[in-house]
């Protein structure tokens, strides 16, 4: 069973079918396009918490999810190997109280694990 340094909020990992078609990160937030049209968002106004899930026993080619939660329970898990991940990325370490070392520590391990790197004021 993996270990979940702290609540991990419920986001469903993506089926093998559910590739991204199209990641877009600007001053809104993140919106995710998947292949078979659904989307995922959530605005940086409604971010709640931020999670690197590592998962190197992956059925998908992908073994790193940056988590995106909103407070209403939704969000978007983007591959770190996306093309828009990078920009992602540097706007998440501008957040106020984001843990780079808790960051690079999630992006450099092999354990199967998920790592909360940063989480809203006042969020539990």
Same mark, same amino acid.
């Given at each position: 069973?993996?270990?979940?340094?702290?609540?991990?909020?419920? *986001?469903?990992? !993506? =089926? =093998? &079918?559910?590739?991204?078609? %199209?990641? &877009? @990160?600007?001053? &809104?937030?993140?919106?995710?396009? *998947? +292949?078979?049209?659904?989307?995922?968002?959530? #605005?940086?106004?409604? *971010? #709640?918490? @931020?999670?690197?899930?590592?998962?190197?026993?992956? =059925?998908?080619?992908? !073994? @790193?999810? *940056?988590? $995106? %939660?909103?407070?209403?329970?939704?969000?978007? +898990?983007?591959? #770190? #190997? !996306?093309?828009? +991940?990078?920009?992602?990325?540097?706007? $998440?370490?501008? $957040?106020?109280?984001?843990?780079?070392?808790?960051?690079?520590?999630?992006?450099? &391990?092999?354990?199967?694990?998920?790592? @909360?790197?940063?989480? +809203?004021?006042?969020? %539990?």
């Amino acid at each position: 069973m993996p270990a979940v340094t702290e609540k991990e909020p419920s *986001l469903s990992q !993506d =089926p =093998p &079918t559910a590739q991204s078609r %199209a990641v &877009t @990160v600007d001053d &809104t937030g993140v919106r995710r396009q *998947l +292949a078979d049209g659904s989307k995922e968002a959530v #605005s940086w106004d409604e *971010l #709640s918490a @931020v999670i690197i899930r590592v998962m190197p026993d992956s =059925p998908w080619d992908e !073994d @790193v999810f *940056l988590m $995106l %939660a909103g407070n209403d329970g939704t969000g978007t +898990a983007v591959p #770190s #190997s !996306d093309p828009a +991940a990078d920009a992602l990325i540097e706007r $998440l370490q501008t $957040l106020p109280g984001f843990d780079n070392e808790r960051f690079i520590e999630a992006m450099t &391990t092999e354990a199967d694990e998920a790592y @909360v790197v940063w989480k +809203a004021e006042g969020e %539990a």
